[in-house]
Nanobody, 127 residues
Framework: QVQLAESGGGLVQAGGSLRLSCAASGRTISRYIMAWFRQAPGKERDFVAA????????YYVDSVKGRFTISRDNAKNTAYLQMNSLKPEDTAVYSC????????????????????WGQGTQVTVSS
C-alpha cells in the first residue's frame, strides 16, 4: 500500500504561485507514474499533469501548459506541482495519484486509471 499526502495549497491572488507537494509513504514511488488531478465545486475530477517514473516524460492538460510544472524527487519519495500565473479558474481541490502498472510511453488521464490517491489540498485563486 502507498499513502499519499498533499500539502502546499492555500489562498493566492490571480497571477500568483503555489507549489504543491505529494509525500508518499509505505512504498517507494520510483516505479510509478505520478499525476495531479483537480476537482472544482460541482465538477468532475479532471486531469492536470503526469510524469513518468524516471521523470523524463511529462504530460499536461492544455489549460495549464506553460504555467504548471510537474516534478518528482524519487529519493525523497515526493512529487510536486509548481503552479505559476494562477487564474481564478484554477480554483479546485488538487489531488495527487499514483499508477503502478502501465505501458511505457502511454499517457493516462482518467482518474479511474490510478491506483492510489491523496486526500487533496484546496487551492483558491482570488481575482
Amino acid at each position: 500500500q502507498v499513502q499519499l499526502a498533499e500539502s502546499g495549497g492555500g489562498l493566492v491572488q490571480a497571477g500568483g504561485s503555489l507549489r504543491l507537494s505529494c509525500a508518499a509513504s509505505g512504498r517507494t514511488i520510483s516505479r510509478y507514474i505520478m499525476a495531479w488531478f483537480r476537482q472544482a465545486p460541482g465538477k468532475e475530477r479532471d486531469f492536470v499533469a503526469a510524469m513518468s517514473p524516471s521523470g523524463g516524460n511529462t504530460y499536461y492538460v492544455d489549460s495549464v501548459k506553460g504555467r504548471f510544472t510537474i516534478s518528482r524527487d524519487n529519493a525523497k519519495n515526493t512529487a510536486y506541482l509548481q503552479m505559476n500565473s494562477l487564474k481564478p479558474e484554477d480554483t479546485a481541490v488538487y489531488s495527487c495519484a499514483a499508477k503502478t502498472t502501465y505501458y511505457s510511453g502511454t499517457y493516462y488521464t482518467g482518474f479511474n486509471e490510478y491506483d492510489y490517491w491523496g486526500q487533496g489540498t484546496q487551492v483558491t485563486v482570488s481575482s
